[in-house]
């Protein structure tokens, strides 16, 4: 309680307007001159590119049913070969062509469709050979699943060749880039779906929908992490190239995690929108001491340990951290704190509730109070009525094929599913630009002496055209 109105406090002080009369600077010869912002009365704003003419929102929208969705695969290494297994199990999908820079990625990813007595997919090696996947008429989809920083030109590229994107995370790595997404997305009409699984947790799914059936009344504050120790894998990335990414970006520069279901409880950019971020980080020190060790370099930028606030425009707030470097135990944080009751995911899963949220069959007549979580035996009874429709439909399949406890397989089940039907996804573009610009924000507010950060509006004004957040049936 301590620690959450100290930064309750530190969000009080920090969030102030910023409006278009004020003053600001990023001329030529600026300190801000080339970050992409502007500094307006101690208030750091990002620049926003001006769209297309003709250019329309994608919020709420359904493409064209496809009864089989043809996909092609980029990047096979440590996520995508489980992506290609996964997909052996949805109904309605051909798996077309596979792509990755190592040859013996895409024989590993071959083999998994030979086993299932799947048709081969056409192979394509090399640096560039992605583009002639994506160059290609027989393909719908295309999943992309590379190092961070090829993200966005894969994606624009896809989708400015007819096809829709599903993209790992974080989507894009700066503010502009996120911009590049959501325009590119409105002009071509092509869904940019981030893969954020974690919106697909069993706790999580079924923490929304007690949140939309008002069991915590009014939700005031969420929190989100992404604290995991990778000292024993960052050599396993490609190339090194996220402790390298690391070593030359401050910030959080993984937030989805955490972020992406905490912006669903609050039905961010569908009622609501995020206004103002400020960012904290420590020195690197472990860090630091692992790029030397694996890179030979005492230079790295990445604080160990990076806390970021979040104000939303009806007075919500945010906590989120990041920190993959200190020995903790592997947490995503998931708090929702409301008026009428409280989940927790981490450390340890547990609910509780103002007594007359509950109906007479769950009361503890010996406990009648918010003070505690809720029984082991009520729990399990609340989370069974309070199930998301999603998970009552297909949990037994998800928790038979896997990924992450079935988190994955639902991600992609429900990916195929409203492209199939012709449905608006359960992701959109601007969820994608939302959870990914963080790492971009919080590094602003950090050089900026913690100064806080206007954070964009990528649905320009148009936050409160969807009423809440809904996964379409």
């Not at 970050?35 to 919020?59: H, N, S």
């Not at 820079?101 to 990813?109: D, G, I």
């Not at 959501?182 to 999580?204: A, G, P, Q, W």
């Not at 050089?447 to 957040?469: C, H, I, S, Y």
Request: glycine share 8%.
């Amino acid at each position: 309680m301590k620690r959450f109105l100290v930064m309750l406090s530190l969000a009080a002080f920090a969030f102030v307007s910023c409006g278009s009369a004020h003053r600001c600077r990023a001329q030529k010869g600026d300190v801000n001159e080339g970050k992409g912002y502007r500094i307006c009365d101690g208030v750091v704003v990002f620049d926003e590119p001006k769209p297309a003419p003709g250019q329309q929102d994608m919020l709420g929208y359904a493409a064209e049913p496809l009864p089989t969705v043809r996909v092609g695969f980029i990047g096979l290494g440590m996520r995508g070969v489980s992506a290609v297994d996964r997909f052996t199990h949805i109904e309605g999908v051909e798996i077309k062509a596979l792509c990755d820079l190592r040859e013996e990625c895409v024989k590993a990813s071959q083999r998994i469709l030979e086993s299932k007595g799947w048709p081969a997919a056409v192979e394509y090696v090399g640096e560039d050979s992605w583009k002639a996947l994506c160059d290609r008429d027989d393909i719908d989809l295309v999943y992309i699943v590379t190092d961070w920083q090829t993200h966005v030109p894969m994606s624009v590229y896809a989708m400015e060749h007819g096809k829709h994107v599903a993209v790992e995370v974080p989507a894009a790595t700066s503010v502009a880039d996120c911009w590049l997404l959501v325009d590119t997305s409105e002009r071509t009409r092509r869904h940019c779906m981030m893969l954020e699984n974690c919106i697909y947790d069993f706790f999580e799914l079924t923490t929304l929908n007690m949140a939309q059936q008002g069991l915590f009344g009014e939700v005031v504050h969420v929190e989100g992490a992404y604290i995991h120790n990778l000292d024993p894998f960052w050599e396993q990335y490609y190339n090194n190239w996220r402790l390298e990414f690391n070593r030359t970006h401050r910030g959080d520069v993984y937030a989805t995690h955490g972020f992406g279901p905490d912006c669903q409880v609050l039905n961010i950019h569908r009622g609501d929108r995020l206004e103002r971020l400020v960012s904290m980080d420590t020195e690197s020190f472990a860090g630091k001491a692992t790029a030397e060790k694996i890179m030979g370099t005492s230079e790295f930028a990445n604080g160990d340990q990076t806390t970021t606030i979040i104000r939303t425009a009806k007075g919500k707030t945010v906590l989120l951290q990041h920190n993959v470097y200190t020995p903790r135990p592997y947490d995503r944080m998931y708090q929702v704190v409301g008026t009428k009751g409280f989940a927790q995911k981490y450390p340890v899963e547990g609910y509780a509730f103002e007594p007359e949220q509950l109906t007479e069959e769950f009361f503890d007549h010996e406990n009648l109070n918010a003070h505690s979580f809720v029984s082991g035996e009520m729990k399990e009874r609340l989370t069974e009525q309070y199930k998301h429709p999603v998970l009552r439909e297909i949990e037994d399949i998800a928790r038979k094929v896997g990924g992450h406890g079935g988190m994955d397989f639902i991600m992609d089940y429900r990916l195929i599913y409203c492209l199939r039907n012709g449905l608006p996804l359960d992701q959109d573009v601007y969820d994608a630009a939302e959870w990914s610009c963080v790492g971009d924000l919080s590094a602003a507010s950090i050089e900026n002496g913690n100064m806080p950060v206007a954070f964009p509006d990528f649905t320009r004004g148009r936050w409160q055209k969807l009423d809440g957040v809904h996964f379409a049936r």
